[in-house]
């Protein structure tokens, strides 16, 4: 908390840091042209601690249902089988890092859109911790968000290649196919001098007849909400 003479303090406890910053992102998207929680497309949250999860995943969806509760906004359907607000519940993925600025305890990443998302896919996490959940907002941009327990993100992404080419071109009858697009990939460990080397390079996305090109940012990171988690994947196609 920052008082009128830029005095800061930091306020202890994990669920108040969790609670207040939450209240921070609110209000950071009120003023940005009056945006909700509606127009979240992404959400990481970084914990110093892989024991805070529980808590922050907790404080996640109490948000998510009191924003709706509270403001009375339209809990539409996306799709026939996905409501706007369990999608929103599904999209958080949490990595823990060693520290933060300002020592604290919680850090929320967001990515908003102009409108809200229109359409995903209706891919739900695994027993064995796979997910990868698809979403497209009015103007084709894509945002995507997976977890995996693959040795190498890249098989992950093998294995999903088919879901992602569906989910084009179900989406993209009418709308202008993207052409490019970047990716962040949390990972434990990255393997560069293997059979089988994580991809530091541009990596093309073919579709029709078509390529879409996507830079990977690899990022380190201490652990994750689950202990079998080799990689979390986040990505916007533009």
Not at 118 to 133: A, H, Q, R, Y
Request: hydrophobic fraction near 40%; include cysteine.
């Amino acid at each position: 908390i920052v008082d009128k003479d830029k005095n800061i303090y930091v306020l202890t406890g994990l669920e108040n840091q969790a609670r207040l910053s939450l209240r921070h992102l609110t209000r950071i998207l009120e003023a940005h042209g009056g945006k909700t929680i509606n127009h979240v497309a992404q959400i990481i949250c970084y914990v110093t601690n892989q024991s805070f999860a529980t808590t922050v995943m907790e404080t996640w969806l109490d948000h998510v249902e009191k924003r709706f509760d509270d403001t009375n906004m339209d809990d539409q359907n996306i799709n026939t089988e996905i409501s706007m607000k369990s999608h929103l519940k599904s999209i958080l993925k949490i990595v823990a890092v060693p520290n933060l600025p300002k020592n604290a305890l919680v850090e929320w990443q967001v990515v908003a859109t102009e409108t809200p998302v229109i359409k995903t896919n209706t891919t739900s996490e695994t027993n064995d911790g796979e997910d990868l959940i698809l979403s497209v907002d009015e103007k084709g941009h894509i945002f995507f968000v997976g977890a995996t327990q693959h040795l190498n993100w890249e098989e992950k992404w093998g294995k999903e290649m088919h879901t992602v080419k569906n989910f084009l071109s179900q989406n993209f009858e009418k709308l202008q196919l993207p052409t490019q697009g970047h990716m962040q990939i949390f990972g434990r460990k990255f393997f560069i001098n293997s059979a089988q080397p994580n991809n530091l390079g541009k990596i093309s996305l073919p579709c029709n007849e078509n390529y879409i090109d996507i830079l990977p940012c690899l990022i380190p990171v201490i652990s994750f909400a689950s202990e079998n988690t080799s990689y979390v994947i986040n990505g916007i196609i533009y």
